[in-house]
T-cell receptor, first 118, second 115 residues
Framework: AQSVAQPEDQVNVAEGNPLTVKCTYSVSGNPYLFWYVQYPNRGLQFLLKYITGDNLVKGSYGFEAEFNKSQTSFHLKKPSALVSDSALYFCAVRDIDHNAGNNRKLIWGLGTSLAVNP | GAVVSQHPSRVICKSGTSVKIECRSLDFQATTMFWYRQFPKQSLMLMATSNEGSKATYEQGVEKDKFLINHASLTLSTLTVTSAHPEDSSFYIC???????????FGDGTRLSIL
């Protein structure tokens, strides 16, 4: 079965320090991976995706993620955290059900709450 | 680009009322739209997937007669919570997607509170 794990419920980091939000996945075949961010009482915003190509993917707001096939990971990173990065971060992998057609959905992690302290 | 508008942002109503939530893709045609429910400090729970002009596909455990979904055009999907009760109080979020390989783009959610 396909799944996504975000092993940390919460990550705390000081402003200016690098941050990492972890994500591992389990899927047969080539994964399509996504990161989204959710600010309080808002919908989710797309940050970046990996489908194919370079393992290091750059996204919005200075975030990047590294696809590691051997470790089945897709950790989100940022070299220097901002207080405004404090939010809930979700990792997702696309369902590979080939019969789903347009209904292919995302399998979501449980989210990681990131707190950046001034 | 890829803006999704969800309306209303907040609803407070009495038990037994039916509530309609609209989800519009403003600058692209959404082949597929998704409806999610999110409880406090919890992940997203997919309720249903809808494609324009066809019946929605509901996830296991979601009552299709309770949560009516209509996807009448490539830019509009609606979720109607029929005869809402306090246990239906939640944060409902829609998303829209052009094609299966493209990201989903989300509305800002609707906070539904049933008294």
């Amino acid at each position: 079965a396909q799944s996504v794990a975000q092993p940390e419920d919460q990550v705390n980091v000081a402003e200016g320090n690098p941050l990492t939000v972890k994500c591992t996945y389990s899927v047969s075949g080539n994964p399509y991976l996504f990161w989204y961010v959710q600010y309080p009482n808002r919908g989710l915003q797309f940050l970046l995706k990996y489908i194919t190509g370079d393992n290091l993917v750059k996204g919005s707001y200075g975030f990047e993620a590294e696809f590691n096939k051997s470790q089945t990971s897709f950790h989100l990173k940022k070299p220097s955290a901002l207080v405004s990065d404090s939010a809930l971060y979700f990792c997702a992998v696309r369902d590979i059900d080939h019969n789903a057609g347009n209904n292919r959905k995302l399998i979501w992690g449980l989210g990681t709450s990131l707190a950046v302290n001034p | 680009g890829a803006v999704v508008s969800q309306h209303p942002s907040r609803v407070i109503c009495k038990s037994g009322t039916s509530v309609k939530i609209e989800c519009r893709s403003l600058d692209f045609q959404a082949t597929t739209m998704f409806w999610y429910r999110q409880f406090p400090k919890q992940s997203l729970m997919l309720m249903a997937t809808s494609n324009e002009g066809s019946k929605a596909t509901y996830e296991q455990g979601v009552e299709k007669d309770k949560f009516l979904i209509n996807h009448a055009s490539l830019t509009l999907s609606t979720l109607t919570v029929t005869s809402a009760h306090p246990e239906d109080s939640s944060f409902y979020i829609c998303s829209a997607r052009r094609e299966p390989n493209q990201p989903q783009h989300f509305g800002d959610g609707t906070r539904l509170s049933i008294l």
